[in-house]
């Protein structure tokens, strides 16, 4: 079925980097612009940032400005999120979604989770 | 920037009608969106642009606006209905999205 799979959480230390990726099924990616979302343990939903369906135009949350990438392969499908100087406040899972019409979005991946701690 | 405000909670007994609503500090408000989370589980968007519903949601999810208040109605609640509500709205660029602080729903 139509699905989103993200990969890549893990436990690291703060001031470390760590690559995510989200992976579609069943869908061309190369269609639609990619957000990705977090939540952190017992909180609500952040978002965190989105990729343009060609990868023209990437905004960020202020919270992750400078330090995350967002990015994309329509080739194989698959977007990334590249975050680097990981701080204690960015534990949470990451969830990827696709966009719809700028505006929402209707299909969510399961998250993968980030840990980081000392 | 701007906020989406919501109630932390809300309970109703089963075959009651729930009503959640996010207040938005925006003028002219943007469409609002809603998604329905269990726990451990990713969002589902239950409503969009309002009042429109996703193929697959029962017809028991519906949506409403006025003014800039947007209000999530599930009528004849089910004790699958409990779960965290988060509305979310885009500014109107879609360069950034807003989720408002989410609804523990309760089914008693």
Redesign the interface.
């Known amino acids: 079925q139509v699905q989103l799979v993200e990969s890549g959480g893990g436990v690291v230390q703060p001031g470390t980097s760590l690559r995510l990726s989200c992976a579609a099924s069943r869908f061309n990616i190369r269609s639609y ?1 990619m ?1 990705w ?1 977090r939540q952190a343990p017992g909180k ?4 965190v940032a ?1 990729i343009y369906y060609d990868g023209s ?1 990437k ?1 960020y ?1 202020d919270s992750v400005k400078g330090r995350f990438a967002i990015s994309r392969d329509n080739s194989r499908n698959t977007v990334y999120l590249q975050m680097n100087s990981l701080r204690d406040e960015d534990t949470a899972v990451y ?1 990827c ?1 696709r ?8 299909l ?4 993968t989770l980030v840990t980081v701690s000392s | 920037s701007y906020e989406l405000t919501q109630p932390p909670s809300v309970s109703v007994s089963p075959g009651q009608t729930a009503r959640i609503t996010c207040s938005a500090d925006a003028w002219p408000k943007p469409y609002v969106h809603w998604y329905q989370q269990k726990p451990g589980q990713a969002p589902v968007l239950v409503i969009y642009k309002d009042n429109e519903r996703p193929s697959g949601i029962p017809e028991r999810f519906s949506g409403s606006s006025s003014g800039t208040t947007v209000t999530l109605t599930i009528s004849g609640v089910q004790a699958e209905d409990e779960a965290d509500y988060y509305c979310q709205s885009a500014d109107n660029t879609g360069t950034f999205w807003v989720f408002g602080g989410g609804t523990k729903l309760t089914v008693l």
């Open positions: 612009g957000h979302v609500g939903l952040e978002w989105i135009e905004f949350a969830y979604a966009d719809r019409e700028l505006s929402y979005s209707d969510w991946g399961r998250g």
